[in-house]
């Protein structure tokens, strides 16, 4: 009797840490996005400022994971290379901006020789090609902020889907030996969720419901992509999280890794549609 009693205790303080955990995530999750939407709204300037605090708070948890280390000389290039990049991408230069980040992973090389220097390379990447991507598609008016929000409600709305699905369905695991906990019904789970999102901002401003939601489609794939991609390279080095700067989701690399690889891409396929308004290529649905 006595120790069922404790199995029963054990598992009360289970299920109270995870509802706290849970709740942590939601109230950041929240905040961050509330930030997030107000900085995008107020124009280019306010939003580069949010996109360079990420991409440096990025740069640095990318040194943690794969080089353990918080600062070094690699962590000085690196971010060195972001504030430049988001400087000149604001202000109208984003191929410049691409240029400094191609440069800055050349020069990480011969500083990580013998020490993995490719992850470290493809760490500059990581962060400083999703950073000019953005910023180029909300320098575009004037649908730039529409642009924006459009991947940041579909990147949030396939991500909490997923999890959703993934807790309430269940079913066979995606890619266990990468990320354990998410399941093949988590991906239909979000990339429908991702689908009806894009839809619905079509519907709502006026765009393309069907292109959109097509579109939307497409992005919530790249978004579990994103996720698989980050949760390889942390598995990769045995770690479990970026960091714990943000509470209930980790790191910053934790909570923006669908972003990374859905603004890369939707950015590319924009400046293909139309270089000179890519803001608005995207919200047309391409």
């Not at 992509?225 to 980790?250: C, M, Q, W």
């Amino acid at each position: 009797m006595e120790e069922d009693g404790q199995l029963d205790e054990v598992a009360a303080t289970g299920k109270r840490r995870s509802s706290t955990e849970l709740m942590k995530r939601i109230v950041s999750g929240v905040v961050f996005a509330a930030i997030a939407i107000g900085l995008a709204w107020a124009g280019p300037k306010p939003f580069a400022v949010l996109v360079l605090v990420v991409v440096l708070f990025m740069s640095w948890e990318w040194g943690r994971v794969v080089r353990s280390s918080h600062f070094d000389l690699t962590l000085v290039v690196h971010a060195a290379a972001m504030v430049v990049a988001v400087v000149l991408s604001v202000f109208g230069l984003a191929a410049l901006g691409l240029a400094v980040v191609m440069i800055a992973a050349i020069i990480v090389l011969p500083l990580e020789f013998g020490r993995r220097p490719l992850y470290s390379a493809a760490g500059v990447l990581y962060t400083g090609l999703p950073a000019v991507a953005i910023l180029w598609l909300r320098a575009s008016e004037p649908m730039g902020f529409l642009a924006v929000l459009l991947i940041f409600l579909t990147v949030w709305a396939t991500d909490t889907a997923a999890y959703l699905a993934g807790r309430l369905i269940g079913g066979p695991k995606l890619m266990p030996s990468i990320s354990p906990n998410k399941t093949w019904s988590g991906l239909a789970g979000g990339v429908l969720a991702a689908a009806v999102t894009a839809g619905l901002t079509g519907y709502f401003s006026g765009n393309p419901v069907a292109a959109l939601a097509v579109l939307g489609l497409a992005m919530g794939l790249l978004a579990q992509g994103g996720d698989l991609v980050e949760s390889a390279v942390k598995r990769t080095f045995g770690a479990k999280d970026a960091s714990n700067l943000i509470p209930g989701h980790g790191g910053f690399m934790d909570r923006v890794d669908g972003i990374v690889t859905v603004s890369v891409a939707a950015a590319l396929a924009a400046l293909f549609v139309n270089a000179r308004a890519p803001a608005e290529a995207l919200i047309s649905g391409l």
